[in-house]
């Protein structure tokens, strides 16, 4: 079936069969190989995208099909060029990882978290990464990486700039 | 782990996929959030040769209150649940169940309805849909048709949907002031499937006295019970420790869990009996019944 996905920005038509996931479309077919494959059944989170600048996704747990007419974001589409996003920035200042395995899909979910709330408590932090495993960090540092990112993001640190 | 070949329908309108239900019989099975059903057809415990997708029709993803229910419709995410400031302040079972379902993530993806056409033992909204007494919305070509959700949950991953047939919306009665309930689970870890829940809705009369009671047990036998003995009980009853540990024990009594990782029989079955209680004591707070004698 021929599908158009707008991913990171660019239209991607591809002839791909309905089964096939969109963890691996974005993978295989369009060359983003920064969206992890981890547990392959919905259980870790390193797959995470974002969908139409709104949804946090498993991509594997949705076919590519689905995305048809949609656009994705991946941990390629945070960069602007060589400037990294607030999110990475974050990750790097506070050794947000270690592996790194499971970070891509742990960033697209705190993009999405600081879309719909942009000041979050410690407390909304951890719940909304409930779902996303990492095995190296112990989780502290991932929290305070999203914490820092939502300081950089809030508009009165844009201001103060 | 990938999927068997499947077509793929995706639909604009209701008549479309009623269109397609028909054409394709038992081969096809609806597509909604796919947060169960995409994972069981990729360890191929389902192989349906044709998906048909509505998720492409916009206006079944509503959330509304209207003729004395909130409507969810078959489009509507868990997510909508969770961030809707209706269910917050007048439906306090139904959000306490938007919090918790699966992860915070498939919440971004599964539907309510989904859930319950998916109907699995260990399912959240089955559960609170007995305690809460919700109806659903079906259509198929014969027309449409409103179930109980007692006569809905037929069976494990079995419901009364006919061959068909599409489950349009879910209704939950809009609880007035001196109604409310709540949802409690154990689970090993966020995202995993309950080791055992229970949903309480409760209605107390002028004078304190118990006048509606609705109870529900999950992950407790091949589908969500209601707690039948526990609501007679209450009803009529004026609230007191004794009684809720009277009501709390029917659940005990009639859980039928499977021992598996998450707990023995035993262990599941106390723990059916202490959700419940806990479910009562966190509903009658939020009644704000003083001091239980």
């Known amino acids: 079936m021929k599908i158009r996905v707008t991913v990171n920005g660019a239209l991607y038509e591809r002839d791909v069969e309905p089964r096939m996931l969109l963890a691996y479309f974005l993978r295989e077919q369009c060359g983003f190989t920064g969206t992890h494959v981890g547990c392959d059944s919905s259980s870790c989170g390193v797959c995470v995208v974002m969908l139409d600048n709104e949804r946090a996704v498993k991509s594997c747990t949705m076919f590519a099909v689905m995305a048809d007419g949609h656009e994705v974001t991946t941990v390629e589409g945070l960069a602007n060029g060589t400037e990294l996003h607030a999110l990475q920035q974050a990750f790097w200042d506070c050794h947000g990882l270690q592996c790194g395995y499971c970070t891509p899909g742990m960033m697209m979910t705190s993009l999405v978290l600081l879309k719909q709330n942009p000041d979050p408590t410690e407390a909304e932090i951890r719940a909304a990464l409930a779902g996303n495993l990492c095995r190296c960090t112990g989780y502290q540092n991932i929290v305070k990486s999203v914490e820092q990112a939502a300081g950089a993001l809030a508009p009165a640190a844009v201001v103060a700039k | 782990m990938f999927p068997a070949s499947f077509d793929y329908l995706p639909v604009r309108s209701v008549d479309e996929a009623l269109a397609a239900l028909a054409e394709h019989g038992t081969d096809a099975r609806i597509l909604a ?71 915070p993530v498939v919440r971004q993806s599964g539907t309510v309805v989904g859930g319950l056409c998916h109907n699995d033992p260990a399912g959240d909204w089955g559960v609170a849909a007995l305690a809460g007494r919700a109806q659903i919305v079906v259509r198929g070509k014969a027309g449409t048709r409103t179930v109980s959700i007692d006569d809905f949950l037929v069976d494990s991953y079995t419901t009364a949907v006919a061959d068909g047939e599409l489950a349009l919306e879910v209704r939950f009665p809009t609880p007035g002031q001196r109604t409310s309930g709540s949802y409690q689970k154990i689970e090993r870890k966020v995202g995993d499937f309950a080791t055992a829940a229970a949903a309480v809705q409760l209605t107390l009369g002028p004078d304190g006295t118990i006048v509606d009671a609705g109870v529900a047990i999950g992950a407790a036998g091949p589908k969500a019970t209601r707690v039948v003995m526990a609501e007679r009980l209450l009803i009529g009853s004026r609230p007191t420790t004794e009684l809720l540990q009277s009501a709390a024990a029917e659940a005990e009594k009639i859980s039928d869990p499977v021992a598996d990782t998450r707990g023995d029989v035993d262990f599941k079955r106390a723990m059916a009996r202490v959700l419940v209680q806990r479910a009562l004591i966190a509903t009658l707070e939020r009644l704000h019944v003083g001091e239980l004698r």
Do not use: H, K
């Open chain 2, 33 to 103: 959030g796919g947060q169960s059903l995409i994972p069981a057809m990729r360890f191929r415990l389902a192989r349906p040769a044709v998906l048909v997708d509505i998720n492409p029709i916009a206006e079944l993803a509503y959330l509304r209150e209207a003729d004395g229910a909130l409507l969810i419709g078959a489009g509507t995410r868990d997510v909508a649940i969770e961030r809707s400031a209706t269910v917050a302040a007048g439906y306090r079972l139904v959000s306490d169940v938007a919090a918790v379902v699966a992860d």
